[in-house]
């Protein structure tokens, strides 16, 4: 999963730019253009996997209660391998550069996770499982190392991408938040192109050897999308590690490198990232702790509907099940129209991204912003009861468990994926900008307290990833409870963020808009 200076008066955010005597001379805006655009591809896997990798572990035999279990790579690599390859590409001595090394291993390590998972139930059946029964440990065990691999690849990618955004950008503010808004840009980009793939029932024709036995027609086609997404992301890779160099680090500002090639620490004048944040944590103020606390909760929210959409599509809208007969292939409708639901979303989202600034400052504040979309987000995930029940009704009317929902039902459920986009621009923007300005008053880097930030999108997730499947069984089954529990900590989080966090000036946001959000 991804991260995002003195006035002692809390009241007044000033914000100080501060100077990288690593810092190399800006670049051509055609060059972070191409290393920006690294985003695409990644964003195009990452879509795919939240509109139909949940289901594809049902399909291999994982009870829905569990399928959340599997996604508790992303918080733990977002932990822990996002610092320390963060840490280790500021001083790679590497004559490739600092972070040219890693984007090429990350992408790397991206195709053969994509591989593993795509192939999982080719390979499962290769290895023994009987494609005939619903439960296939072996394809399990090979979605898992890939889904695990995948997601470290992923933290170990984007960190590296957005650091070589910064050292393009050079000195340079404006070129900065040109970076930032160009690497947004790709990132709904790629999100378009993924759910607009997942959402084509036809994609297996292109390839038609990914139907095989143990691979259905839904199989086939999310091979098909991954065979697709490896081929954009490392088209994009090799074109932007090839057009842009990196100046090495020991030509920036020679240092004392150890025997591994790592530029070794002054005395005193570092520590190790965990001794950092562990400081920031003691010595922050009030404004990042609400700050922290809002985030907390509007990632509660989040997780939730982001895990379980197109299941919540396939099962509660479409009455379908993971399976064959017809609720099997009503729950393939579901996924593929909320998969369509997601690709609006994000044309949303890149919509509404262009518009954060201005609507903060005709609202009054950022906080005035964040508070209302959270209410927002709020109503539109109270409403899933309320598209869940008409499709219910609907389908006790005509005296069938599995039916298309009629076309006022389906437009009610995508217009709830499309509006939620709305909320997700602010998300994605807002508190790492906040977390950026309050760290005047921290005494922390803007790095450092993104780090901090991190951990309150992190930690929620884990809670959410391990919790939500036990939860919803234990109220019956299905994805609505975990919703209602979202509603509830969206309007909480909208409260606190109006009446508890600091106002930093209109102005204060321009600095730091579009720095994207996490993985």
């Given amino acids: 999963m991804a991260s995002r200076e003195d006035d002692k008066t809390p009241s007044s955010f000033q914000i100080q730019q501060q100077e990288d005597p690593l810092q190399p001379a800006e670049s051509p805006v055609k060059k972070i ?5 690294i985003a695409a591809g990644v964003q195009f896997g990452w879509a795919l996997q939240l509109s139909l990798l949940t289901p594809y572990v049902q399909l291999l035999g ?3 209660t569990w399928a959340a279990f599997i996604w508790l790579c992303g918080p733990i690599s977002g932990m822990v391998v996002q610092p320390v390859v963060g840490y ?12 040219r090394p890693f984007i090429a291993a990350g992408a790397g390590l991206v195709g053969i ?8 139930a080719d390979l499962g059946h290769l290895f023994g499982d009987n494609f005939k029964e619903s439960l296939k440990p072996r394809a399990i065990a090979v ?5 695990w691999i995948l997601d470290v690849a992923n933290n170990m990618l984007q960190g590296p991408c957005r650091a070589l955004l910064a050292d393009l950008s050079g000195n340079n503010q404006k070129r900065t938040r040109t970076s930032n808004a160009l690497y947004s840009f790709f990132m709904a980009v790629g999100n378009v192109l993924g759910y607009a793939a997942g959402s084509f029932r036809q994609m297996y024709k292109i390839f038609p050897f990914t139907k095989t036995h143990a691979c259905d027609i839904y199989c086939a086609n999310l ?9 954009l992301l490392m088209t994009l890779t090799i074109l932007a590690l090839t057009m842009v160099t990196e100046i090495p680090l ?7 490198t150890d025997n591994n090639g790592d530029i070794e620490e002054e005395e005193g004048k570092s520590a190790p990232f965990l001794v950092q944040m562990l400081a920031a944590l003691k010595e922050m103020k009030k404004p990042m702790w609400v700050l922290l606390l809002v985030t907390c909760l509007n990632w509660i929210a989040w997780f939730p509907f982001l895990l379980f959409d197109t299941d919540w599509m396939g099962r509660e809208v479409y009455g379908g099940k993971v399976g064959e007969g017809s609720q099997g292939k009503m729950y393939d409708l579901g996924v593929r129209a909320g998969s369509l639901g997601l690709m609006l979303n994000s044309v949303v989202l890149g919509f509404m991204s262009l518009a954060v600034e201005f609507l903060a400052r005709r609202l009054g504040g950022v906080k005035k912003l964040w508070g209302g979309v959270n209410f927002l987000l709020a109503v539109c995930l109270a409403l899933t009861v309320l598209i869940t029940k008409l499709a219910e009704a609907h389908r006790r009317l005509n005296g069938t468990e599995a039916l298309t929902p009629p076309a006022g039902i389906k437009a009610g459920a995508l217009t709830i994926f499309s509006v939620l986009g709305i909320p997700l621009a602010v998300t994605y923007s807002i508190p790492f900008a906040l977390a950026s300005i309050f760290s005047n008053d921290s005494g922390a880097g803007q790095g450092l307290s993104l780090g901090v930030l991190n951990l309150s999108i992190v930690i929620p997730q884990m809670v959410v990833s391990v919790a939500s499947g036990p939860f919803d069984q234990i109220f019956g089954g299905g994805n609505l409870p975990a919703f209602i529990v979202g509603a509830i900590s969206a309007a909480a989080s909208g409260v606190l963020a109006i009446t508890m966090l600091p106002s930093p000036p209109p102005e204060a946001l321009t600095k730091f808009a579009g720095t994207g959000g996490p993985h």
């Avoid at 280790?88 to 972070?99: E, I």
Wanted: aromatic share 12%; net charge positive; proline share 4%.
């Fill in 250 to 256: 020991s030509k920036l500002s020679p240092r004392k």
């Fill in 33 to 37: 253009i191409m290393v920006a655009s």
């Fill in 88 to 99: 280790h590409s500021d001083r790679c001595s590497s004559r490739f550069g600092r972070r």
């Fill in 113 to 120: 996770a994509v591989f593993l998972i795509g192939f999982a």
């Fill in 143 to 147: 979605f898992v190392v890939g889904f």
């Fill in 223 to 231: 091979k098909s999308c991954f065979i697709i997404s490896i081929v």
């Fill in 62 to 64: 994982i009870p829905h």
